[in-house]
């Protein structure tokens, strides 16, 4: 039991960190003071339609939960900004994957589970007015 509560805070405490030495690697690697190109990960919470966009939670640390606003217009169109992935059944968690290129942010992949019964799928009553979170957002800054 005991090995079983160790590796499960060493798999999590391993979550938080390694995207922060992926990108301190990334951009202390890159020529000329810009950071290079780089993709971030994190495991999402709960992910939220909204006819807007997608409200997404993620993990900050061990203990806080952070909300990422993705407006609709990313998945849409010539000019997108963000992929829309639909994973089948399987071990899979849905995900978020940010990219960027010289250190601003580029695009976004959210990978969902198709099944819109799935616990990580959530809803935001119709009566909650989050339109104003959804203006003017140009990208995304992991906070972690």
């Not at 405490?13 to 810009?34: D, E, T, Y």
């Not at 849409?76 to 290129?101: A, C, N, Q, R």
């Amino acid at each position: 039991m005991k090995k079983i509560v160790f590796l499960t805070t060493l798999m999590l405490v391993l979550a938080g960190i390694l995207p922060l030495v992926a990108q301190q690697n990334n951009s202390s690697s890159s020529a000329g003071g810009k950071e290079g190109s780089y993709a971030l990960t994190v495991s999402l919470e709960r992910v939220f339609p909204y006819r807007k966009g997608y409200v997404v939670k993620y993990r900050k640390g061990m203990s806080g939960v952070v909300d990422a606003y993705l407006p609709i217009e990313w998945f849409e169109g010539t000019g997108k900004k963000g992929d829309l992935i639909l994973m089948g059944s399987g071990t899979d968690w849905p995900h978020m994957t940010v990219f960027y290129k010289d250190g601003e942010f580029d695009h976004v992949r959210l990978y969902v589970r198709r099944e819109r019964s799935h616990e990580s799928w959530g809803n935001i009553p119709l009566h909650v007015n989050l339109d104003d979170k959804f203006e003017g957002v140009e990208g995304i800054k992991l906070v972690f």
